[in-house]
């Protein structure tokens, strides 16, 4: 019988394990396994496969209900993205948005860029700019939703119509999101693609990565590539996200409810300009993001009416809010991205503004981190 989203969560591929019964899914700490004859086995060595990390794979396929294919599961979101830039030869084309991590940029310009590949920026938002920019040779549309930092929502389905007429594989960078509050591939991705270091982890103590897709053969090339190039996470590392992965829904729950209350409080605040989340009825895509998400995800942005000095003074302020990169955790998080996790698209058309301040919205208590915030502002 159909399973939802909490139960398969807890479940899907981890079944009591056949040797001691054990309830969890141990940790196969082992790189090499015995075979009963040359070339017979049933595991040959755990970069190709782990009965850990393939208790993972199988969970993060189960959630999308991607039947036909499956999930490969990498040593970090990056190497995800490495991944999937192996798909492509030197002459091919990318469409990536304006508005996405600096990190995924920087692979994509100066990485891809010295093999040959070719890259084209647009407003993901605007269907046709993206029809625009397809070339012959695109062959990856590339979007997140809701996006890093300036939490923009995409219309994946449209955006599939546009990549798939073109020959093009559409590919949802679905971290913010996670599966619990979006699905990208019923909406006509190709691939979902996430950084499980962020909310799937969920503790800010594993770095890893994975890619889903339900099409058989494009998985089968991701297993093969996975294998190939090897940026695989080690079986303490999928351990550990697999712990994570369990309490996901109940965790996104509450960093929904914390971030819906912390935007609102933002709007109100004389110190604050501009506010970015996809929650808030005045967030230019939010009949959209209503459309296609369950909720509006734990990141909230913000700009302060008095400039980049003000900002750091806030970040220098608050005392629940850690400074620091990353993203999903437990704990709230406060960032400026200019001067941290997007300093590698400055001086491009994807650099953010000085004044922004990008929140991760713990599960504390939300008096607390209003507090907080509110004395840090005040201040």
């Known amino acids: 019988m159909p399973r939802k989203f909490e139960t398969i969560a807890i479940h899907a591929g981890q079944e009591p394990d056949p040797t001691t019964g054990a309830v969890v899914t141990p940790i196969y700490a082992t790189s090499t396994y015995v075979q009963e004859a040359p070339g017979v086995f049933t595991h040959d060595y755990s970069r190709t496969v782990n009965p850990t990390r393939t208790a993972l794979e199988t969970a993060l396929s189960a959630l999308e209900g991607a039947d036909d294919g499956g999930a490969v599961a990498t040593s970090s979101g990056m190497a ?11 002459g091919d084309h990318i469409v990536l948005p304006n508005d996405t991590y600096g990190g995924t940029f920087r692979f994509f310009a100066r990485v891809l860029g010295e093999q040959g590949i070719e890259l084209t ?8 700019e993206v029809a625009a920019a397809m070339r012959d040779t ?33 590919v949802v ?36 990565g994975a890619i889903v897709t339900n099409d058989a053969e494009l998985f089968a090339r991701l297993r093969f590539l996975q294998n190939s190039a090897g940026p695989v996470p080690g ?22 409810a914390n971030a819906r209350q912390i935007a609102e409080f933002l709007t109100e605040h004389p110190a604050v300009g ?41 970040s220098a302020g608050t005392e629940l809010f850690f400074l620091a990169e990353s993203l999903g955790g437990v704990e709230s998080l406060l960032e400026i991205p200019a001067l941290m996790t997007h300093m590698s698209v400055a001086g491009t058309d994807l650099e953010v503004p000085d004044d922004l301040i990008r929140l991760s919205v713990g599960i504390e208590h939300i008096d607390d981190l209003i507090a907080d915030l509110d004395q840090a502002l005040s201040g």
């Not at 995800?80 to 030197?90: F, Q, R, S, T």
């Not at 809701?146 to 923009?152: C, F, G, K, V």
């Not at 619990?180 to 909406?187: A, D, F, G, I, V």
């Open 80 to 90: 995800a993205a490495a991944l999937i830039g192996y798909l492509l030869k030197p």
């Open 121 to 128: 920026v647009v407003d993901p938002t605007e269907s046709a």
């Open 138 to 170: 695109t062959r990856i549309v590339w979007v997140e939703t809701p996006s890093n930092p300036l939490l923009r929502i995409v219309d994946i389905a449209a955006v599939a119509g546009i990549a798939h007429s073109g020959n093009s594989l559409l």
């Open 173 to 208: 960078d679905n971290t913010f999101a996670t599966s619990y509050l979006q699905q990208p591939l019923s909406l006509g991705a190709d691939l979902s693609l996430y950084s499980t270091t962020k909310y799937i982890g969920g503790h800010s103590d594993i770095v890893g």
């Open 235 to 256: 079986p303490f590392d999928a351990y550990l996200t697999l712990r994570g992965l369990k309490t996901l829904a109940v965790r996104m729950d509450r960093h929904c």
């Open 274 to 314: 501009e506010v970015f989340f996809p929650g808030l009825p005045t967030h230019p895509q939010h009949d959209l993001a209503r459309s296609q998400m369950t909720d509006f995800g734990g990141m909230v942005s913000f700009r302060t009416r008095a400039g980049p000095d003000v900002a750091e003074k806030v």
